[in-house]
């Protein structure tokens, strides 16, 4: 059963925007926080952006002032507006959620991969 659904990932160049988007059962986006991951090739995933139920947000020290997540309660779905592009933020990213803020606690979906190149 497919979990969350990323979409919006495409070839940006340096300083350019994209806004990525996912959508989660009702059930899972209802009863918890949630938060936008990466990864690099050959690096570990990594924590970027969460979301409390309530709409408090946090951000990884790398994207902070660049990067905006955001949720909409009404479609399930949770997005972030990621400005200022740089190529280190190249990388697949996905979004999952979980009871406690920064927790993954689903299967992964597909991901969409994001490239800052020029």
């Known amino acids: 059963q497919v979990q969350f659904v990323e979409s919006g990932g495409s070839l940006v160049q340096p300083g350019g925007s994209l806004r990525l988007s996912c959508a989660a059962s009702?059930?899972?986006?209802?009863?918890?926080?949630m938060g936008w991951y990466r990864q690099a090739p050959g690096k570990q995933r990594e924590l970027v952006a969460t979301?409390?139920?309530?709409?408090?947000?946090n951000y990884a020290d790398s994207v902070k002032g660049r990067f905006t997540i955001s949720r909409d309660n009404l479609k399930n779905t949770v997005y972030l507006q990621m400005n200022n592009l740089k190529p280190e933020d190249t990388a697949v990213y996905y979004c999952?959620?979980?009871?406690?803020?920064?927790?993954?606690?689903?299967?992964w979906g597909q991901g969409t991969q994001v490239t800052v190149s020029s």
């Open positions: 009702r059930d899972i986006f209802s009863r918890n926080a």
């Open positions: 979301i409390t139920r309530g709409g408090s947000t």
């Open positions: 999952n959620g979980g009871y406690y803020t920064g927790s993954a606690s689903y299967p």
